[in-house]
T-cell receptor, first 113, second 118 residues
Framework: GQQVMQIPQYQHVQEGEDFTTYCNSSTTLSNIQWYKQRPGGHPVFLIQLVKSGEVKKQKRLTFQFGEAKKNSSLHITATQTTDVGTYFCAGTHRGSTLGRLYFGRGTQLTVWP | DGGITQSPKYLFRKEGQNVTLSCEQNLNHDAMYWYRQDPGQGLRLIYYSQIVNDFQKGDIAEGYSVSREKKESFPLTVTSAQKNPTAFYLC?????????????????FGAGSRLTVL
C-alpha cells in the first residue's frame, strides 16, 4: 500500500551527539515534508523537499531527499535539549490524484543533558 | 494572527455518548483534515475535505462523522460506534491538495483536543 516507513521509533542521545531519522517509501514520492512535535504540542512544519537528490539545511538540521525520491533523512548535528520531540516525515505519492500526505510513525528523540 | 483553533482542549465522555470536536481556521485554506494520534502510532487520517460540502474518508473513518458547511469550519463527531475513542485529535488545514508552488499541501495544525472516555 501507499505507506511511508520511518525508523527508528525511539532515539536517546546525549547532548552534543548527532541524530538521524530515516524515511522510506516503496513507491516514488513527488515530495516529502518533515514536521516536529514537541512533547505536549502539535506538529509544526519544518521543510519540504521536492527535487531528486535535494539537500537543505536549517542551522544544525540537514534534510535529504534520495535520488530515486523514495527515501529521505533528517540529520541533527550536535543535539541540544531543545531538539527533544517527535520528528515525522510525510510524503505525497507520485500519481496520487489528491496529493494526500502519508505520515511516517515518527521518531521520538530524547536528549540527555 | 491566522491559525487553527480547536476546542475543547480536554474532553471527558462517558461510554455511549457522542461528542463533537470543533475546528475553525482563518487561514483561508481550502483543505481541512482530522487526524488521530495514539502513542507510538503516529498520525492516522480520519477524514479530509477539499471543498465546502464535500469530504472523504481517511484510513480510520469508522465511528466518526464530519461536516463542512463553511470553509472555515470542519467539526468532527466521535460517535458511540467508535470502539476506542480515547486519543489525541488533531485538526489541520492546507492550500488545495493539488495546487503547485511553495507551501502547497503544507499542513498547519491546531493545538489538538484530548478526548478521554471514562
Amino acid at each position: 500500500g501507499q505507506q511511508v516507513m520511518q525508523i527508528p521509533q525511539y532515539q536517546h542521545v546525549q547532548e552534543g551527539e548527532d541524530f538521524t531519522t530515516y524515511c522510506n517509501s516503496s513507491t516514488t514520492l513527488s515530495n516529502i515534508q518533515w514536521y516536529k512535535q514537541r512533547p505536549g504540542g502539535h506538529p509544526v512544519f519544518l521543510i519540504q523537499l521536492v527535487k531528486s537528490g535535494e539537500v537543505k539545511k536549517q542551522k544544525r538540521l540537514t534534510f535529504q531527499f534520495g535520488e530515486a525520491k523514495k527515501n529521505s533523512s533528517l540529520h541533527i548535528t550536535a543535539t541540544q535539549t531543545t531538539d527533544v520531540g517527535t520528528y515525522f516525515c510525510a510524503g505525497t505519492h507520485r500519481g496520487s490524484t489528491l496529493g494526500r500526505l502519508y505520515f511516517g510513525r515518527g521518531t521520538q528523540l530524547t536528549v540527555w543533558p | 494572527d491566522g491559525g487553527i483553533t480547536q476546542s475543547p482542549k480536554y474532553l471527558f465522555r462517558k461510554e455511549g455518548q457522542n461528542v463533537t470536536l470543533s475546528c475553525e481556521q482563518n487561514l483561508n485554506h481550502d483543505a481541512m483534515y482530522w487526524y488521530r494520534q495514539d502513542p507510538g502510532q503516529g498520525l492516522r487520517l480520519i477524514y479530509y475535505s477539499q471543498i465546502v460540502n464535500d469530504f472523504q474518508k481517511g484510513d480510520i473513518a469508522e465511528g466518526y462523522s464530519v461536516s463542512r458547511e463553511k470553509k472555515e469550519s470542519f467539526p468532527l463527531t466521535v460517535t458511540s460506534a467508535q470502539k476506542n475513542p480515547t486519543a489525541f485529535y488533531l485538526c489541520a488545514s492546507s492550500t488545495l491538495l493539488d495546487s503547485l508552488g511553495p507551501g502547497a499541501n503544507v499542513l498547519t495544525f491546531g493545538a489538538g483536543s484530548r478526548l478521554t472516555v471514562l
